[in-house]
Each structure stands twice: as C-alpha cells, then as structure tokens.
C-alpha cells in the first residue's frame, strides 16, 4: 500500500470536474431561461413612429437587457445554491478541506459564468436573426462578430464579469446565510436602505460613472465586487460545520 501526495493544482482540478458534474443541471435551466428571454425580448420592444404626407416610419429597439436580467438572475441563484447546508453537505465527503472546496466553488462560477456569457451573447443574435426573418424589417445597426470584432468582445467580456458579480454576490448572501439569517437580514436591510440616502445614491452613482469610463474601468469595478464576495464568503467557509 502506497501514500501519493497530491499537488494543489492536482488537487482543485479534481474537485473542479466533480463539482461541475454536481452543478451540469444547471444548464439546462439556464437554457430554459435564455429561452424565455429570447421570447420577452421578442414580444416588447420599444419603439417609435413617425408619419407625414409622404412617408410613414416605425422603429423599434430590441435589447439583450432581460436577457442579461435573466441570466443574472440564474447565475445569483447558482451561487445561493452552492452554499446551501445540504449541498456542501453531499459534497464535503469528497473534497479535502472547507477552503479547498471554496476555491473550487470560486472556479466553478467563474467557469459558469464564462458559459452564460457567451450563450446571453449568442441568444442576443438569435433576436436579431428573428427580427430579419420578419416581413418589412430592416436593421438599422448590425454590428456583429464579423463586422465589429472589438464590439462584440467588449460585450462578451462585460457580459461574462456582471454575471459573475451576481454569481459571487449570491455566493457571499448564501454563505453569509449559513452562518446567521438575523446578519443576512441586516445586510439586505441596509443596503436598500441606503438606495434611499443621499449617502447611498451617490455611492452607486459614483460606482455608475466609474463603469462608464470604458470596459476597463467596468472589469474593475466588477473584479473588485466579486473578489471581496468571494474572498468574504471562503474566510466564512473556513469555519462553517457541516453535520451529518
């Protein structure tokens, strides 16, 4: 009988690929809700219109926003699940420490995240083929992959980074549930309470036109939010229990 001491790398890839087996499920609800974005984006548009005596113009604007607020809303809700007690639980007998486990929650979202991105992004095209499909349409803007490559990675990548945000910040809430519901409330508590000071609005404003500067300053903003979550939520991890 022999002893192999296994690198950390070694280590994570390991729990990587068995917990992307755990959370595969997750797929198909994201499927099933970029579907139901597709279709939402399709029925609402906004428009506008324009007649004279000679000329009769309707526009409509198609965006991927509920796409995107779906997927955001998937990606929160992948990462409350990941801290529920019942599912670390399952989970715990195969992997080394709390911590180990933590990081490879961290890896998983990441890569989760990645997926979602570039499916909210390719669903984004299925609304603009269905629109050019549809009898006396034309699109004014067409910027895709092919005739604005920079234009479509900016929008992958910002995709991809507030997607992660939600992940990690519904890692963080899952985690910090785990450890006390009275502190969860109080943090949600005051965090829409700020939304209505002046303190608090000038806090998100302040972070709106940072974003705005370019994608860089957005990646930043987005990197630091999801860092201090998932950073917060693995110190928390180091001490949680999990029982029989």
């Given amino acids: ?10 280590t ?18 994201l499927i099933m809700v970029q579907i139901v974005g597709i279709l939402m984006s399709l029925m609402g548009p906004t428009g506008m219109s324009s007649v004279s005596s000679f000329i009769d113009i309707n526009a409509e604007m198609y965006t991927p926003t ?4 779906l997927s955001n ?13 019942d599912q670390r639980a399952d989970i715990m007998p195969f992997v080394s420490t709390r ?3 933590s990081i490879g929650d961290v890896v998983v979202l990441v890569a989760l995240a990645v997926y979602a991105g570039i499916t909210a992004m390719l669903s984004n095209y299925v609304v603009r083929i269905v629109i050019l499909l549809k009898s006396n349409k034309h699109m004014l803007s067409d910027e895709n992959m092919f005739s604005a490559p920079e234009v479509f990675i900016e929008n992958l990548v910002a995709f991809i980074f507030f997607i992660l945000c939600f992940a990690a910040v519904g890692y963080f809430l899952g985690m910090i549930a785990q450890k006390s519901k009275k502190v969860l409330f109080i943090i949600v508590a005051v965090f829409f309470s700020m939304l209505f000071t002046s303190f608090g609005q000038e806090i998100l404003l302040g972070t709106i ?5 370019g994608l860089f300053s957005f ?16 110190f928390l991890a180091g001490n949680l229990e999990v029982k029989g």
């Fill in 209 to 213: 036109k940072i974003a705005q500067f």
């Fill in 219 to 234: 990646m930043g903003v987005m990197i630091i939010l999801s860092a201090s979550c998932f950073i917060v939520a693995t």
């Fill in 66 to 69: 509920v796409l995107i607020f």
């Fill in 99 to 101: 911590i180990m486990s």
């Fill in 12 to 29: 994570l890839q390991v729990q990587v690929k068995f917990k992307l087996h755990a959370y595969l499920g997750m797929i198909v609800y």
């Fill in 73 to 85: 809303l998937w990606a929160f809700y992948v990462g409350l699940l990941m801290t529920r007690h």
């Fill in 1 to 10: 009988m022999s002893l192999t001491n296994k690198t950390f790398a070694e």
